[in-house]
Each structure stands twice: as structure tokens, then as C-alpha cells.
């Protein structure tokens, strides 16, 4: 069960890794910038893939560690 923890929790951290579009709205809050901070983007390709695979390990993860 340990094995598939590091797993999931290796692949989250990579997958995670790859978003590269969220974090530009994220450094807008702080610096107080709002020009597209509730702009509709709509996810296609790779990234509704990435942002899938990232919720799917998410859960994983969190079940597993609630598991054990």
C-alpha cells in the first residue's frame, strides 16, 4: 500500500508540475491585477486531460491515505 502512495503522490507532484495556465491568475490576485482573473477559459486537449488526470490523483491519493 506504501508503493502505491509514493506512486500516486509522485505522479500528483508531476502532473501538478505541468499546469502552466492556472498559475498566471494566481500571481494577478496578489499583484492586484483583474484584467481576465474570471475570464471563461475553456479547457481543451491536453489541458481538460491534465486537469483530469489531476483530480483523479487527488482523489486517489486521498483515499489511499484515508485507507491506510
Known amino acids: 500500500m506504501e508503493i502505491l502512495l509514493i ?3 509522485i ?3 508531476a502532473i501538478v508540475l505541468l ?8 500571481s494577478n490576485v ?9 475570464a471563461n477559459r475553456k479547457e481543451r486537449g491536453g489541458e481538460l486531460f491534465i486537469t483530469r488526470m489531476t483530480a483523479i490523483l487527488g ?3 486521498f483515499v489511499i491515505c484515508i485507507i491506510m
Open 19 to 26: 499546469q502552466s495556465a492556472k498559475s498566471e491568475g494566481a
Open 30 to 38: 496578489i499583484s492586484g491585477g483583474n484584467d481576465n482573473l474570471f
Open 7 to 9: 506512486t500516486v503522490s
Open 59 to 61: 482523489i486517489a491519493f
Open 11 to 13: 505522479l500528483l507532484i
